[in-house]
C-alpha cells in the first residue's frame, strides 16, 4: 500500500491564480481531511469528508473547496489564490469516525506570490 | 473538543525516559486523548491513544491520571530521532484541533 499520497510536492502560484491539490488513499478509508499549517504553528482543519459524496467544513474552510466523488481521492482547490494561502497542506484518512488512527500524507507545500 | 495545553519545549537526554505532559482539563467522558508526533516538516504520525487505562505500545506508554485532567506521554529511551514536535489532542468526533504541541529535542 502507498498509503496517502499527495501532488505536487511544491508549488509557487501567483495570486488569484487557482489550483488543485491531489489527494488519494488506497486503504479503502472511508474519512479524509486536510490541514493546512503555517510556520511553527500547529495543523488546522480545512475540509472533511466521511464517505464519498460527503464533506464539511473543518476550522479555516474560507478560499478553499472539495468534492468527494470517490473512497479514494479527495481533492482541495483554492479559487483565487492569495498570499494568505502561503503554507503547508497535508491530507491525511481514517478508516473509521471511532478512535482509528489519521495516517497522513506527505504534505505539499504551496506558496503565493 | 476539549482544549489541550503543553509545554512549548523540552529537552531530554539520549537513552533516557522522556516524559511530554498534557492538560486537559475540560475533557468530558467520549473524548479519547491522542499522541501524534511530526518529525521536520513530515506529515505528523500516530503514536497512541486512551481513554481511562493507561497504554503502552512499542513506541510508547500513555498515563493518564484517574480524573482524566491531564496525561503524560513516555517515551522510555529518547533517541535522537525521537526529536519532533508532539502534539496531544483530546477529540470524541471526526474533527482533530491540533495546537502547537511540545517541541522534544534529544540531545547527545
Known amino acids: 500500500n502507498a498509503g496517502v499520497t499527495q501532488t505536487p510536492k511544491f508549488r509557487i502560484l501567483k495570486i488569484g491564480q487557482s489550483m488543485t491539490l491531489q489527494c488519494t488513499q488506497d486503504?479503502?478509508?472511508?474519512?479524509m481531511y486536510w490541514y493546512r499549517q503555517d510556520p511553527g504553528m500547529g495543523l488546522k482543519l480545512i475540509y472533511y469528508?466521511?464517505?464519498?459524496?460527503?464533506?464539511d467544513k473543518g476550522e479555516v474552510p474560507n478560499g478553499y473547496n472539495v468534492s468527494r466523488s470517490t473512497t479514494e481521492d479527495f481533492p482541495l482547490r483554492l479559487e483565487l489564490a492569495a498570499p494568505s494561502q502561503t503554507s503547508v497542506y497535508f491530507c491525511?484518512?481514517?478508516?473509521?469516525?471511532?478512535?482509528?488512527?489519521?495516517?497522513f500524507g506527505p504534505g505539499t507545500r504551496l506558496t503565493v506570490l | 473538543d476539549a482544549k489541550t495545553t503543553q509545554p512549548p519545549s523540552m529537552d531530554c537526554a539520549e537513552g533516557r525516559a522522556a516524559n511530554l505532559p498534557c492538560n486537559h482539563s475540560?475533557?468530558?467522558?467520549?473524548?479519547?486523548v491522542y499522541w501524534y508526533r511530526q518529525i521536520h516538516s513530515q506529515g505528523p504520525q500516530y503514536i497512541i491513544h486512551?481513554?481511562?487505562n493507561n497504554e503502552t505500545n512499542e513506541m510508547a506508554s500513555l498515563i493518564i491520571t484517574e480524573d482524566r485532567k491531564s496525561s503524560t506521554l513516555i517515551l522510555p529511551h529518547a533517541t535522537l530521532r525521537d526529536t519532533a514536535v508532539y502534539y496531544c489532542?483530546?477529540?470524541?468526533?471526526?474533527?482533530?484541533?491540533f495546537g502547537t504541541g511540545t517541541s522534544l529535542t534529544v540531545i547527545p
Open positions: 491525511a484518512s481514517r478508516s473509521t469516525g471511532g478512535t482509528d488512527t489519521q495516517y
Open positions: 486503504m479503502n478509508h472511508n474519512y
Open positions: 469528508s466521511v464517505g464519498a459524496g460527503i464533506t
Open positions: 475540560t475533557i468530558s467522558g467520549n473524548e479519547y
Open positions: 486512551g481513554l481511562k
Open positions: 489532542i483530546a477529540s470524541d468526533s471526526n474533527q482533530f484541533y
